[in-house]
């Protein structure tokens, strides 16, 4: 009998994730600025409540998170009702395309988008649509001109990821306030952490009824290995991504990390101005060698090389030296490197390594 088995549609057409590398062959102690992982590690706060909450792993976890929403809720003025936690801001992102998207429906992503909004709706079985940026900037209006009668999803990274660029907030209501009556917009606010005073669209979302804001403890909380996120969104969008969350999604010591994390103020405040001060200190050292960025917003710089064989050689001579940088080519930019900003001697290193493979082109 010939074997019939096939998977749903769409799916055969996802190119799996590529992350961030963290081995060289033959090289010990690499400095790995491939993944924006926070150097500094994880608070130590919520280091501590992961390591007690091994007394009870043989406990099913909590199922309503209600604990962590509330922290999250008390952190960021937010109404807890209105909060959902996945593994990671991916599985949120992957709820909002299993709920809302199908075949036949359209998911608007930017050129330089984040690659899982493109794998999360064709999983879904939508059809993803890629709309243009302006000079690696997300175009507003090149999004609403791409909007018809069957696109129910936008995705927006704000600060983006991997050009650390942002638009602002007028730009953002302006979209939210034009989209089609059936579309939701995604605000990813990934890297909102590292921008002070930046709140990562949840005004947004208050004044309106068709915007989900999404969240992570991977970057600025360094919590990337532990995998978890979080949404905001008007209650109804809420109850309608629960009902596809698994009751058991996260565990307890995730749970209890993120949540350590999420109150350990003083934590975010000091990243934030480490990543300030050393992110220009990079910009400026890069730039002075020969190699421009645009102002980045987020936790890495996407440095510019006059074209793709040089970003790679490049690439390649600082693997030789121990440091792991990210190529983006498959996010439409082949001639740029994204370097996450590490701690002060892995950013003095990479700008010395630059340097020297800058000098043996001469
Ligand atoms: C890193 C990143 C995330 C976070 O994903 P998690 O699943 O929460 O680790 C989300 N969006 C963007 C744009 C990112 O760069």
Redesign the pocket.
Known sequence: MTRLIEPQPGILDITLYQSGTSHVAGVENVIKLSS?ENPFGAPESAKAAFAKAAHTLHRYPNTDHFSLRKAIGDVHGLDPERIICGV???EVITFLCQAYAGVGDEVIYTEHG?S?YKISALAAGATPVCVAERERVVDVDAILAACNEITKLVFI?NPA?PTGTMIGQRDIARLAANLPSQTILVL?G?YAEFVEGFDGGAALVESRDNVVMTR?F??IYGL?GV?I?WGYGPKDIIDVLNRVRGPFNLSEPQLAAAEAAVKDRDWVEKCRDDNTRLRAWLAEALMELGVPSDTSCANFILARFLDQAEAEACDDFLKQNGIIVRRVAGYGLPNCLRITVGDEASCRRVAHVIGQFREQKK
Do not use: E
């Open positions: 924006n990671g801001s991916d984040f899982m990274a990821n990813d990934a992570t991977s970057k990337g995998r996120g």
